[in-house]
């Protein structure tokens, strides 16, 4: 964590005690079916992870937009709706655990997690991924839709064309699924922490993955399909090759990630224990190659 996201803290601590007694109460004597007593996505750009959000919105609101424009409209991108606490990239608040559904796109170390979180995150052929971002950009930038930090950040990468996103786009983006789990690119971290999760779901098999993840937590989860970017880009088989040489290191974090207990009719686990981070920590410090 950076100095400009320790100083956040302070600052979004005073915001959270507006409606925090509320998110407590509400909270308190909560659980779910598995034991679990909140759920944390962390959400992977480009995955379908959007519709997840949509689905665990819909339970506490019918027009599960209405609650995504409201977290994106409060300061502490808290609400209330139908007598559940969501939370949506607050470092704080996500720590404290005083939620029904949380979601953020922080990497791993940035969200020390309470125990009894039930966490989940959706992973996607990385090419695939890497295709969809790139016309997700191509999109917004083509219709004006793009926010100010977007158009800042990331509308020089596509001047280019995908051969050009491959280029200048900074790594840790291109390969976001890696350094989600593990910043410094090391699959073996990324592996470990990954296996920690609770749920790991797959954008090629989301309806099966969602409905899995609804037994186990007890909610009726319906698909909610959410940010499909409406045209289609050429894509040559050569810019295809490259892309899949580049992100070698993911196909092999996800070929562990499809083995999974919950892909594979195991009980899940609980993750944000002092225990399992501890031995996740313990396997990072020995020494694995960084890839």
Not at 63 to 73: N, S, Y
Not at 107 to 133: G, M, Y
Not at 266 to 276: C, D, M, V, Y
């Amino acid at each position: 964590m950076n100095l400009k996201q320790r100083l956040a803290i302070p600052c979004q601590a005073v915001w959270s005690v507006r409606g925090g007694a509320e998110a407590r109460r509400l909270t308190r004597d909560f659980s779910f079916a598995d034991g679990s007593r909140r759920v944390y996505h962390y959400h992977l750009r480009k995955t379908a992870g959007t519709s997840l959000n949509a689905a665990f919105w819909a339970l506490g609101d019918a027009d599960d937009e209405a609650v995504h424009r409201a977290l994106r409209a409060d300061r502490q991108h808290r609400v209330v709706a139908g007598g559940k606490v969501f939370v949506s990239h607050n470092r704080y608040l996500i720590r404290q655990g005083h939620y029904f559904f949380a979601n953020s796109h922080f990497a791993w170390p940035e969200i020390p997690l309470p125990p009894q979180t039930c966490t989940v995150t959706i992973f996607r052929d990385p090419v695939a991924r890497l295709v969809s971002h790139y016309k997700m950009l191509v999109h917004l930038l083509q219709t004006d839709t793009a926010g100010p930090v977007l158009r800042k950040r990331e509308g020089g990468w596509v001047r280019g064309g995908l051969s050009g996103f491959l280029r200048v786009a900074p790594r840790a983006h291109l390969m976001r699924q890696l350094t989600m789990f593990s910043p410094r690119f090391d699959i073996h971290e990324a592996i470990d922490r990954v296996m920690a999760c609770s749920h790991v779901m797959m954008t090629e098999t989301f309806d099966q993955d969602l409905e899995r993840l609804g037994t186990s937590l007890g909610l009726a989860l319906r698909a909610q399909r959410r940010r499909v970017t409406p045209i289609d880009v050429e894509v040559t088989q050569v810019e295809r090759d490259d892309a899949r040489e580049l992100l070698e290191p993911e196909y092999k974090l996800i070929e562990a990630a499809r083995a999974h207990p919950s892909r594979n009719g195991q009980p899940e686990r609980q993750s944000g224990s002092q225990t399992e981070c501890a031995r996740v920590e313990t396997h990072a410090e020995a020494g694995h190659a960084v890839v």
